[in-house]
């Protein structure tokens, strides 16, 4: 299973065949590898459980540039537990701002929920990205959207 996802190479001809000696804005950044364990966006966990269909693009960076994947921190931290009564279970997403003003930042937090029709008022424990990719015996399953928050649903292997 590719756990490191190489950045895309860069080819000097440009998307017309053209080349780049023109003036263009994309002269952006240099991208690296990412790791396929360290997912940025929910949508994201699918792939982080089954990293054979991980894609660049959407992952925290790889902590490892030289590819040894064996010894990475990552791959080797202990797996979590989620213990829950029913087979599914949701995950709300919480937007915090960061930065208030005209740049400021929006960073979510996810929260497990007990009782999804409780809205805000159900118990809840809060997990990251990573530690979400990293639980044992659950998947990504589907997006989810009601009158309290956006989230996804979790469900039994």
């Known amino acids: 299973m590719p756990i490191r996802l190489p950045a895309p190479r860069h080819d000097p001809r440009g998307p017309d065949g053209q080349g780049w000696n023109r003036l263009s804005l ?74 208030a003003g005209l740049f400021g930042r929006v960073r979510s937090e996810y929260l497990l929920v007990a009782d999804p029709a409780a809205g805000w008022e159900s118990p809840a424990e809060r997990w990251s990205l990573d530690e979400l990719a990293d639980v044992d015996g659950w998947r990504y399953d589907r997006p989810h959207a009601d009158e309290h928050s956006r989230g996804f649903w979790l469900r039994r292997t």
């Open 26 to 99: 994309n002269a952006g950044p240099v991208y690296a590898a990412q790791c396929a364990l360290r997912p940025l966006a929910p949508s994201k966990l699918f792939e982080a459980h089954d990293t054979r269909r991980a894609t660049w693009g959407g992952f925290g960076p790889c902590v490892r540039d030289s590819g040894d994947c064996a010894a990475c921190p990552v791959a080797r931290r202990p797996r979590r537990r989620l213990a829950a009564d029913s087979d599914r279970v949701l995950v709300r997403e919480r937007e915090r701002h960061i930065d």
